[in-house]
């Protein structure tokens, strides 16, 4: 399977400003739960938690100094730029991945359990695992 690897400028855009996730951050959800369901190894980078992932990655480095946030969120395949500057839908991440009806094959994630698994945030960085707190789910957010 293919490996992907999301740099965010910060994981809180995932959830509007009320608290609750909107729409679009609950097909992200429902997307990125689908491709790990399905095998792919998915890998979140946030800048404010691992700056370090930005830099080393030739790619990440190179929007970041020419583009800015604007750039971001970059989503890399198999170590390949594949997206900047949004988060895909359904249908072009079925295309990225080379998966025939994917948009059809979704995992459905309720705000419910959205919110559930975003709960889950260490209060300091202290408490993040060794691999940082992107390799946390409470604290890369749903994913």
């Known amino acids: ?6 740099f965010e400028m910060g994981f809180d855009q995932l959830i509007c ?4 996730p909107d729409q679009r951050s ?3 959800a429902s997307i990125l739960t689908t491709l790990e369901f399905m095998g792919f190894f998915i890998k979140r980078h ?15 480095a190179q929007l970041l100094q020419t583009s800015g946030d604007e750039a971001f969120p970059a989503i890399l395949i ?7 500057g949004y988060f895909p839908d359904a249908g072009e991440w079925g295309e990225l991945c080379e998966i025939e009806d ?9 705000a419910e359990e959205y919110m559930q698994a975003n709960s889950g945030c260490a209060e300091s960085e202290a408490n993040c695992p060794p691999s940082g707190c992107a390799g ?3 604290c890369s957010g749903f994913f």
Not at 78 to 84: I, K, M, T
């Open 17 to 20: 400003p009320g608290g609750e």
């Open 78 to 84: 198999d170590g390949v730029l594949a997206v900047s």
């Open 136 to 138: 946390c789910r409470g």
């Open 1 to 6: 399977m293919k490996n992907i690897e999301i």
């Open 46 to 60: 946030d800048l404010e938690s691992s700056p370090r992932a930005f830099i080393e990655n030739p790619y990440v």
């Open 26 to 28: 609950l097909e992200n």
């Open 102 to 110: 994917f948009a059809e094959r979704l995992i459905p994630v309720s």
